[in-house]
């Protein structure tokens, strides 16, 4: 998780994200740096805008949040239309028991 940060420090700033920069960091912060893992991630985040991908998942957190309450209104929607038809077939029963007295 410390090298995600880093990683987010380092772009804030608008330095280069690579193995040294985000060891120096990590080192900084009073954790023993792990090459393997600064490697992993300056590979990982090479050709990668993290500003965009930030900006987009903003954008995802609304769309996500918006379609739970289309679906309530959905349910509601069929809530009451299966209410209308239990309703129905209940004045179509008494009809008929009225027929046979």
């Known amino acids: 998780m410390e090298y995600i940060y880093a990683a987010l ?11 040294k920069t985000l060891m120096e960091i990590v080192k900084a912060a009073g954790v023993n740096p792990d090459e393997a893992k600064a490697k992993a991630m300056a590979s990982s985040l090479k ?8 900006k987009n998942a903003q954008t995802a957190q609304v769309q996500v949040a918006a379609a739970p309450a289309a679906g309530a209104e959905h349910a509601s ?3 009451k239309d299966e209410q209308a038809e239990k309703a129905t077939e209940e004045e179509a029963a008494s009809g008929l028991a ?4």
């Open 77 to 79: 929607h069929k809530k």
């Open 98 to 101: 009225s027929l046979f007295g």
């Open 9 to 19: 420090l380092l772009d804030s700033a608008g330095k280069e994200i690579n193995e």
């Open 47 to 54: 050709d990668v805008n993290i500003k965009e991908v930030i």
